[in-house]
C-alpha cells in the first residue's frame, strides 16, 4: 500500500537547476522516516545521493557537496531535492527512499539528463 512518487526529472544544460520531489502515501507516520535520495547511471551502481532522517539533519554524497539539497515536508509527506550547477555526470535515473526499521521503500525513478 505503500507508494512513493518521484517527478521533476528532465533534461537541462550544464550549469543548471532541478528540483526533484517524492510524494510517499500508506505512510500513517511519514516523520519516523529516514528519506533520502539514490541515483543510478546506466551499468553503474546505485549510490546514495542524499538523505535526510526525522531529526532533519542531512547527510549529502561529496560528489554533490555544496550544489543539491535535500529538504523535506512531513504534512505534506514529501521530500525533494534540489539541483544546482548540474553536472553531465549527474545524469542518471534518481530514486526517493524511505525507510524505518522493518523494511524501505522504493519510488519508480524520475530520469535526469544533463547535456554538455
Known amino acids: 500500500q505503500v507508494q512513493l512518487v518521484e517527478s521533476g526529472g528532465g533534461l537541462v544544460q550544464t550549469g543548471g537547476s532541478l528540483r526533484l520531489s517524492c510524494v510517499a502515501s500508506g505512510i500513517r507516520v511519514f516523520s519516523s522516516y529516514t528519506v533520502a535520495w539514490y541515483r543510478q547511471a546506466p551499468g553503474k551502481q546505485r549510490e546514495l545521493v542524499a538523505q535526510i532522517p526525522s531529526g532533519a539533519t542531512t547527510n549529502t554524497a561529496d560528489s554533490v557537496k555544496g550544489r543539491f539539497t535535500i529538504s523535506r515536508d512531513n504534512a505534506k509527506k514529501t521530500v525533494y531535492l534540489q539541483m544546482n550547477s548540474l553536472r553531465p555526470e549527474d545524469t542518471a535515473v534518481y530514486f526517493c527512499?524511505?525507510?524505518?526499521?522493518?523494511?524501505?521503500?522504493w519510488g519508480q525513478g524520475t530520469q535526469v539528463t544533463v547535456s554538455l
Open positions: 527512499n524511505a525507510r524505518l526499521n522493518l523494511g524501505s521503500y
